[in-house]
């Protein structure tokens, strides 16, 4: 039953090991789009300075940008959002483990102490065993000597009640 509980502690850390590692790789392609769209936005920057300098020439290019860049910000702010939100889903799943990491040593610990506790009821249940074997022997002899003795009394008996006749017919005269 050990090897029971021991086995689906083990595939329970192994599915919570799949699972943070799975959070993980989801967080690490949230951060990736992150840097992807931060790279994109520090380039729509540079843009920007740049038509800044020839506004003269580019204004409508540059409201263009400015619209594009309003965008870029609103969704780096939700991807910010996602990633604040992914991050405490790792933080959260992290105590989980902690948590069953604790729990496991705990139940080990258990398990270590239920151990003992057998083995010395087994040490116990074969002390018993020898003692009841001795006492099985002992017993047998004790009843062997129990049905020699009936034996012997029944042999006394018989021979003190032979003994007993002949003295009955002594003393009445008869001849044997």
């Known amino acids: ?5 021991a086995t689906q502690l083990e595939r329970i850390q192994s599915e919570l090991g799949q699972i943070v590692d799975a959070r993980i790789a989801a967080l690490e392609a ?5 840097e ?10 540079v843009e920007l300075e740049h038509l800044n300098e020839n506004e003269s020439d580019m204004t409508v290019q540059a409201e263009a940008l400015e619209a594009q ?3 870029a910000r609103a969704r780096n702010a939700e991807i910010k959002k996602d990633h604040d939100a992914l991050l405490n889903q790792q933080e959260e799943l992290t105590s989980r ?9 705990a139940l080990r610990q258990d398990v270590e102490k239920a151990r003992a506790k057998v083995l010395e009821i087994e040490t116990e249940a074969n002390t ?3 003692e009841n074997t001795s006492l099985r022997t002992k017993a047998k002899t004790l009843q062997e000597n129990v049905t020699r003795m009936q034996q012997l009394k029944d042999e006394l008996m018989s021979s003190i009640s032979g003994l007993t006749q002949q003295m009955s017919g002594l003393a009445s005269g008869e001849p044997k």
């Open 30 to 34: 949230v951060l990736q789009n992150a």
């Open 128 to 130: 018993l065993r020898t």
């Open 97 to 105: 483990s902690e948590h069953l990491t604790e729990t496991s040593q």
């Open 36 to 45: 992807r769209m931060t790279r994109r936005l520090i380039k729509a920057e």
């Open 1 to 5: 039953m050990s090897d029971n509980v």
């Open 69 to 71: 860049l309003l965008t």
